[in-house]
Antibody, heavy 120, light 111 residues
Framework: EVQLVESGGGLVKPGGSLRLSCAAS????????MNWVRQAPGKGLEWVSS????????YYADSVKGRFTISRDNAKNSLYLQMNSLRAEDTAVYYC?????????????WGQGTLVTVSS | QSALTQPASVSGSPGQSITISCTGT?????????VSWYQQHPGKAPKLMIY???NRPSGVSNRFSGSKSGNTASLTISGLQAEDEADYYC???????????FGGGTKLTVL
C-alpha cells in the first residue's frame, strides 16, 4: 500500500524557516517524481514544487521561487521542502504527492498533509 | 486568481447527472491531453478521479467521466450519490515554467 506521511509543520514567525519532510513507503520511491501542493485555510489547491526521480528536473511556483527548495533522498525514501523567508500567505496545509508515471502530469497518491502557520 | 477557471458551485439531486467545467488556455488545457480531476472531502486529502482527460484510475466508479473540447475540460458525474458531495479540482500540465496549474475548485452539493 502506498503511504505518504508528511511531518515538520508548525507555527513559525514571519521571516522564519521550516523544513517539511515526507516519508514514502509501499512503492519504489526512487522511480517516481514527487511534489508539494498546498492549501490555504478555506482556499483551493496550489501546486508548489516538483522534483524528478533523480532530482535532475526541479520546478517551482512563482510564489515560492527563490524562497523554497525541494529535495529528496532516495536512500531514505524521503522528500523534503526547505522553506525560508516565510510569509503570512504561506500559511497552509502542505501535501506531499506522487506523480503517476511516466510523466509529471498527474498526482496519483497524496499524503494527509502537515499544517504550516506563519504568524507573529 | 487561479490559472484554470471552474464554477464555484454546482448542485444536483440524487440520481441526476452534473457537469463541472474547467477552462484554461492553449498553453495548458487546450494544448495537451494532461487534464486531471481530484475529489476532496472536508478535512481529507485530495483523491485522483480522472487523469489524461478521460481515464479513470483503478477503483474509481464509472459514474465519473471526463472530456475536453478546445480550452475547456469537463467532469461529469452520473447517478449522483450523497457521497459525491465534495470539492472538485481540475489540474493541467502547462507549457509555462511552472509545470502544472490547478483550478479554483467547485463545491458539489447533492440536494
Amino acid at each position: 500500500e502506498v503511504q505518504l506521511v508528511e511531518s515538520g509543520g508548525g507555527l513559525v514567525k514571519p521571516g522564519g524557516s521550516l523544513r517539511l519532510s515526507c516519508a514514502a513507503s509501499g512503492f519504489t520511491f526512487s522511480s517516481y517524481s514527487m511534489n508539494w501542493v498546498r492549501q490555504a485555510p478555506g482556499k483551493g489547491l496550489e501546486w508548489v514544487s516538483s522534483i524528478s526521480s533523480s532530482s535532475s528536473y526541479i520546478y517551482y511556483a512563482d510564489s515560492v521561487k527563490g524562497r523554497f527548495t525541494i529535495s529528496r533522498d532516495n536512500a531514505k525514501n524521503s522528500l523534503y521542502l526547505q522553506m525560508n523567508s516565510l510569509r503570512a500567505e504561506d500559511t497552509a496545509v502542505y501535501y506531499c504527492a506522487r506523480d503517476r508515471p511516466p510523466s509529471m502530469t498527474t498526482l496519483d497518491y497524496w499524503g494527509q498533509g502537515t499544517l504550516v502557520t506563519v504568524s507573529s | 486568481q487561479s490559472a484554470l477557471t471552474q464554477p464555484a458551485s454546482v448542485s444536483g439531486s440524487p440520481g441526476q447527472s452534473i457537469t463541472i467545467s474547467c477552462t484554461g488556455t492553449s498553453s495548458d488545457v487546450g494544448g495537451y491531453n494532461y487534464v486531471s480531476w481530484y475529489q476532496q472531502h472536508p478535512g481529507k486529502a485530495p483523491k485522483l478521479m480522472i487523469y489524461d482527460v478521460s481515464n479513470r484510475p483503478s477503483g474509481v466508479s464509472n459514474r465519473f467521466s471526463g472530456s475536453k473540447s478546445g480550452n475547456t475540460a469537463s467532469l461529469t458525474i452520473s447517478g449522483l450519490q450523497a457521497e459525491d458531495e465534495a470539492d472538485y479540482y481540475c489540474s493541467s500540465y502547462t507549457s509555462s515554467s511552472t509545470l502544472r496549474v490547478f483550478g479554483g475548485g467547485t463545491k458539489l452539493t447533492v440536494l
